[in-house]
């Protein structure tokens, strides 16, 4: 995993909004890689959502990277979970900057400094989960 990961100028998120590398310029950022069919990612998203909600107002994004293969399959399922934090289809586009680590899910964590402060493959804990918070 690189010290650091390059940021998109843009990126086009499921419900039409637009998130800039302006808007996450100073932010701590949360890439969370998921997908609709993975068990361990649905276990996993309630508890990110749960973080975002207590701690977006802090200046914590969470942005959540579907690769399911249709983008039509994401926003049907984010919006059946009550999801709020932003969240986008993995194109093969975005995939150029923000590329898909192996494995589901996937959590790398970019400090206010633009560098990785965490990165973890498979499903994490929920303590570890509220644990991202210390990076605030």
Do not use: N
């Not at 701590?28 to 975002?52: D, G, I, S």
């Not at 996937?106 to 303590?127: H, L, N, Q, W, Y």
């Amino acid at each position: 995993m690189p010290a650091a990961l390059p940021r998109p100028p843009s990126i086009e998120l499921i419900d039409g909004r637009t998130l800039s590398a302006h808007d996450l310029k100073g932010k701590v950022v949360v890439l969370e890689y998921w997908a609709t069919w993975c068990p361990f990612c649905a276990r996993q998203m309630p508890h990110m959502q749960k973080l975002y909600a207590q701690h977006h107002k802090q200046g914590l994004v969470v942005l959540g990277l579907s690769i399911d293969k249709k983008a039509a399959d994401v926003l049907p399922y984010v919006k059946q979970r009550g999801t709020t934090f932003p969240v986008a289809w993995l194109s093969p586009e975005l995939a150029k900057t923000l590329p898909k680590p192996p494995g589901l899910p996937v959590t790398i964590v970019i400090g206010r400094d633009g560098r990785v402060k965490m990165a973890e493959s498979g499903e994490i804990f929920p303590e570890d989960i509220a644990g991202i918070a210390k990076h605030l």
